[in-house]
């Protein structure tokens, strides 16, 4: 009869204690098996159910579409449901998301977040009740492929964790909020421009990027918030050249 | 509600960790470093725009002076100045024309054209003209 002893990776996890503020952040090390399956979150959920049941963090779907295992994997900001164990042969260290205060553990506080989200209108505005008897708002493919790719965010804020200008700047409004605000601009049944452009160029707006880019090389849907940034600004600058040029457009 | 308290917590919630950037964040990635430089290069093109104006001034002086200025700044530090902003000023725009494919969009016959193919178009034109301009000036 022959034994197989399995691998085992150590995973460092980040912990915080609100019924202990004064001791900060620090850290707690744990043996998990390395099994070639594993996704991160399987290595927290092994953590909490077989070791430590006081470990914190949020997950749902485990199929990249909830957007709530969002955490720093060795620095990197990504989903914890969507990253293979495998990955970190040589050890794991698991952080709370950057640039967000921490309620416990590697739970994040999103509240700023919903605000921005919310104030962008991330729905589709009509002007006053449509009559349903009309039928649906019917679009082409190509009026379609036009936003299709900034749809597919789903609010799990790695790219406001990617985002040096967030971390220096809590006001800038951030990658997702634009890229979902540009979303439906971009789309024809939209009628709520007016009001979402105030917020998306004001001074808390788009201006406050200066490009980096990081925002689109970590999205883990590939949505390119940065893409959606700079083209916001285009567009706000265009128009207003354009009533300039051209007084008697509206 | 654009200005959420980051630091701290109310009275009335549980303590939060704050967050604090810091100072050396733009050294923890590749990308920020890559960032960085390409921001700093804004400065050695500033330069090099200050040494050009003073090039045109000195040719406003008439020959002598032009030659006296050209003496001034030829040496060999003044090269190696010279290749340092070409290279530095040559990746701000490699760096710029990457990010044309993100905020460009051009359709043909209907059809969005991928963001890869005008970076390349937008590099190619970059070399042939330099280099027909090259040896136009020489």
Same mark, same amino acid.
């Given at each position: 009869? /022959? ?48 070791? *430590? ?29 969507? /990253? ?27 509240? *700023? ?74 789309? *024809? ?5 007016? *009001? ?55 | ?12 919630? $549980? ?5 604090? +950037? ?29 040494? !050009? ?12 002076? !032009?030659?006296?200025? +050209? ?19 040559? !990746?701000? $725009? ?5 990010? $044309?494919? +993100? ?13 890869? +193919? ?21």
């Amino acid at each position: 009869m /022959t034994t197989t002893i399995e691998r085992t990776v150590t995973v460092r996890v980040a912990r915080y204690s609100p019924e202990r503020p004064e001791e900060g952040k620090s850290y707690a090390t744990y043996e998990v098996p390395m099994r070639p399956t594993w996704m991160v979150l399987d290595a927290l959920n092994h953590i909490r159910w077989e070791i *430590d049941p006081t470990l914190t963090y949020r997950h749902s779907c485990r199929m990249a579409v909830c957007g709530s295992c969002g955490m720093l994997l060795n620095g990197e900001p990504k989903l914890a449901c969507n /990253t293979f164990l495998d990955d970190y042969p040589n050890g794991l260290t698991v952080e709370a998301l950057p640039n967000f205060p921490v309620l416990r553990d590697l739970v994040i506080d999103i509240e *700023d977040f919903m605000d921005k989200l919310s104030a962008i209108k991330p729905w589709i505005v009509r002007d006053g009740v449509d009559d349903p008897s009309g039928g649906e708002y019917r679009q082409t493919p190509e009026e379609r492929e036009l936003y299709n790719h900034f749809s597919h965010c789903i609010n799990c804020m790695i790219c406001y964790a990617a985002c040096p200008v967030y971390g220096l700047e809590p006001n800038f409004l951030g990658p997702a909020a634009v890229a979902l605000g540009h979303r439906y601009q971009l789309d *024809d049944r939209d009628q709520g421009n007016a *009001d979402r452009e105030a917020v998306l160029t004001n001074e808390d707006g788009v201006w406050n990027c200066s490009f980096v880019g990081e925002c689109s090389k970590a999205c883990p849907k590939h949505v390119d918030p940065a893409a959606a940034i700079q083209r916001t600004k285009l567009n706000f600058v265009m128009g207003k050249l354009l009533t300039f040029v051209l007084p008697w457009r509206r | 509600m654009l200005n959420p308290e980051i630091e701290g917590a109310d009275a009335s919630r $549980a303590p939060r960790l704050a967050w604090k +950037m810091p100072s050396n964040w733009w050294t923890t990635k590749r990308n920020y470093r890559l960032f960085m430089v390409r921001e700093a290069s804004a400065v050695f093109l500033a330069i090099f725009l200050l040494g !050009y104006l003073g090039r045109l001034a000195a040719l406003a002086d008439g020959e002598a002076a !032009y030659y006296n200025y +050209m003496q001034g700044v030829g040496g060999f530090f003044g090269i190696v100045w010279n290749c340092l902003a070409l290279a530095i000023i040559c !990746y701000h $725009a490699w760096t710029w024309f990457e990010t $044309a494919g +993100m905020v460009a969009q051009v359709r043909l016959g209907g059809k969005l054209i991928p963001g890869a +193919m005008i970076v390349r178009a937008n590099q190619a034109a970059f070399v042939i003209i330099s280099v027909v301009l090259f040896f136009i000036l020489t």
